[in-house]
């Protein structure tokens, strides 16, 4: 081999070094691909910090990426429905059904009432005796312990109760007068039914009637 051809065969092994060092690292084009095709460069890991910015949120927050609930505020009166029935209207028409509820709402700290409301449906029948109730609200006179200051009777329509404080006893009444004492919070009391009626919106209604003869506590003078 001459000294001619020796430079030719280094300078060209130097260009091909070159030209493999400058090249951008690319991988091979995929199976199948058409002749020419351009080979496209592989993308880099994705790390686990990058997981939030595809849109889910943290450990601490919604996983649906809303913003969270607030609690819910909580009623100034508690309910309950004693009574919930249908009623049927014959009209030319036909039947028209109604819905009549009775309720018993209070505070559990001396307000309590009784209400009844009607409407096409449950929920507004039951929207209407809540509002009902409110407007029969009655402020009732305790003692220190909670309980009734003295024994009191008292009627309306059929019904008829007794009511006497206990204390140590806790609440003993059945009925829908228990419901009254309880959303009143009335302790140490016994409550006696007397008739036998078993009309519970009559019963709520007489315990009402008897929680409102309470008269205030005499001081003891010493």
Known sequence: ????????????????????????????APAGAPAGAVPFERRPRQDNNDRSRRGGA???GDRRGGPR?????????DQKIIDIRRVTRVASGGRRFSFAVSMVAGDKRGRVGVGTGKGGDTALAVEKALRNAKKNMITLTLTKSGSIPHEVFAKFSSAYVHMMPAAGKGVVAGSSVRDVIDLAGIKDITAKLRSGTKNKLNNARVAIEALKLLKKPRAHSK
């Open 69 to 77: 609930r607030e609690p819910r505020a909580k009623p100034e009166f």
């Open 1 to 28: 081999m001459t000294d001619e051809t020796q430079n030719t065969t280094d300078e060209i092994k130097e260009e091909s070094v070159a030209a493999e060092t400058a090249a951008p690292v690319a991988s091979a």
């Open 58 to 60: 943290g450990r601490g």
